[in-house]
Nanobody, 116 residues
Framework: QVQLVESGGGLVQAGGSLRLSCAAT?????MGWFRQAPGKKREFVAA????????NYADSVKGRFSISRDNAKNTVYLQMNSLKPEDTAVYYC????????????WGQGTQVTVSS
């Protein structure tokens, strides 16, 4: 079992940047970021393999967001640039055994608000 704690959310103007962090109690998992806006379903944002060698992104964030990890610190990051008001959501990190399996563990989420 792994515990996840997100941080780094906040309020930013459109065009700005934020970096989210997800601290885990273990690095032996592939990791993903998801988000959920008010009144909408949770959606996939980005994922990274255990080694960091494979990354995936939702089309809506490609070229703007970057996922990375530091296994020595058991931490995964989501660098978000050129933020848009439609990026406003609660962002969650999640852990899974591989990028092909269901995410089993979830953090509590961190709010990101982008003002226009």
């Amino acid at each position: 079992q792994v515990q996840l704690v997100e941080s780094g959310g906040g309020l930013v103007q459109a065009g700005g940047s934020l970096r989210l962090s997800c601290a885990a109690t273990s690095s032996n998992y592939a990791m993903g970021w998801f988000r959920q806006a008010p009144g909408k379903k949770r959606e996939f944002v980005a994922a990274i393999s255990w080694s960091g060698g494979t990354t995936n992104y939702a089309d809506s964030v490609k070229g703007r967001f970057s996922i990375s990890r530091d296994n020595a610190k058991n931490t995964v990051y989501l660098q978000m640039n050129s933020l848009k008001p439609e990026d406003t959501a609660v962002y969650y990190c999640a852990a899974t055994k591989t990028l092909l399996t269901t995410y089993e563990y979830w953090g509590q989420g961190t709010q990101v608000t982008v003002s226009s």
